[in-house]
C-alpha cells in the first residue's frame, strides 16, 4: 500500500452530506495527501458504507477506520466489512478498530471494565473465521496508547493508530511493536502563528479528550501532570497535543513523529469555531509545499 507519509484525520467526513464528502475527499487527493481517516461514534454515519462512497469516487487515497468500534458489530461482521472493501479496492482501505471509551460504551449496553481482554477476545473471533473470507485481507490496526494495547498491536494485529499524542509517544510504540508493524499516529495541526488564538484552537480540540482516562493517563506516562490538564489545559500540553504555526512548523512536527517511527502521520486540521471541512481543506492546501506533496 503506497500512501506515502501523510494522511488526513478528519471528524467531519462521514458526517457532512455525501456530496460534499466527496469533494472534501477528491480535493484532499489531488492535493497530494495518501490517506484519509475517518471516526466512529453514535453520531456518524457508518464508516464502511461512507469508506465503500469515497473510494468509488477517487482513484488512489486509502480510506481508513479511525476507528471503527468494536462494541458497535460482532467480530464477523467487522471482518466481513473490512475484506469487502480490501476486495473491491485493492491496497486503499485501513481498518482501524478500536475498544472506545467507558462512557460511550455504556450508553450502547456494554461493558467496559475490562476493554484489553475484549479486545483480545474480538480479535481472536476475527482471526477464527479467516478462512472463510478468502479475499485480501486490509490491515488491521488498533486504537492503542499504552504498552498492553500496544504489544496486542504487535501480536494480534498489523500495527497501531494511537489518537491524540505527541511524538514521545511515538517513540515508545515504536520501541513496543518493533520494526514491520506499521505505526500511524494522528497529529492535530492549526496553521495559525498568533499564539492565544492557536492555543485557544487547542483547548477547544482538548476539551473533551480530557475527559476521558484513556488519554489523560497516557499523557500521565509522558510527563504531564495535573497542572498540565487544568483550566483547559496549560500551553505546554496544548503546544504538545497541537502543532501550530507556519506550514514549515507543522511540518516539522510532522517530520518529528517520522523521525520517531512512525510511517504515516494523519493530520487533523482544527478550526477556531470546532470542526470546519472547508477550512481544513484550506489549511491542507497551505501545508502541501512544506510537506512535499
Do not use: C
Amino acid at each position: 500500500m503506497d500512501t506515502g507519509h501523510v494522511g488526513v484525520w478528519h471528524p467531519l467526513i462521514n458526517k457532512v452530506p455525501a456530496e460534499t464528502a466527496r469533494q472534501a475527499a477528491r480535493r484532499m487527493e489531488e492535493l497530494g495527501y495518501g490517506s484519509l481517516w475517518m471516526p466512529e461514534s453514535a453520531s456518524t454515519k457508518d464508516p464502511f458504507a461512507m469508506a465503500a462512497v469515497l473510494l468509488a469516487e477517487t482513484s488512489r487515497i486509502a480510506l481508513g477506520t479511525g476507528i471503527a468500534n468494536l462494541w458497535a458489530r460482532d467480530a464477523i461482521s467487522m471482518a466481513a466489512s473490512g475484506v469487502t472493501l480490501s476486495d473491491a479496492y485493492p491496497d486503499r482501505f485501513l481498518l482501524g478498530i478500536g475498544v472506545s471509551h467507558g462512557p460511550v460504551v455504556g450508553r450502547r449496553g456494554h461493558d467496559y471494565t475490562k476493554p484489553l481482554t475484549a479486545t483480545r477476545a474480538y480479535l481472536e473471533k476475527m482471526d477464527s473465521v479467516a478462512g472463510d473470507f478468502p479475499y485480501t485481507k486490509p490491515p488491521r490496526l488498533l486504537a492503542a496508547l499504552r504498552p498492553k494495547m500496544l504489544e496486542l498491536s504487535r501480536d494480534q494485529a498489523d500495527g497501531a493508530h494511537p489518537y491524540f499524542v505527541p511524538p514521545e509517544h511515538t517513540v515508545q510504540a515504536r520501541a513496543i511493536l518493533g520494526p514491520d508493524r506499521l505505526l500511524i499516529p494522528e497529529q492535530a495541526v492549526v496553521v495559525e502563528s498568533d499564539p492565544a488564538t492557536a492555543r485557544a484552537t487547542a483547548r477547544t480540540h482538548m476539551s473533551l479528550y480530557l475527559r476521558l482516562p484513556n488519554y489523560v493517563n497516557n499523557l500521565r506516562t509522558l510527563g504531564f501532570t495535573d497542572e498540565d490538564f487544568a483550566d483547559g489545559g496549560s500551553d505546554r500540553l496544548a503546544d504538545a497535543i497541537v502543532a501550530w504555526g507556519s506550514p514549515e512548523t507543522v511540518a516539522k512536527r510532522v517530520r518529528a513523529h517520522l523521525d520517531a517511527g512512525a510511517d504515516h502521520v494523519a493530520l487533523q486540521p482544527l478550526s477556531a469555531g470546532g470542526p470546519d471541512l472547508a477550512d481544513a481543506l484550506t489549511q491542507l492546501e497551505s501545508l502541501t509545499t512544506a510537506l512535499g506533496l
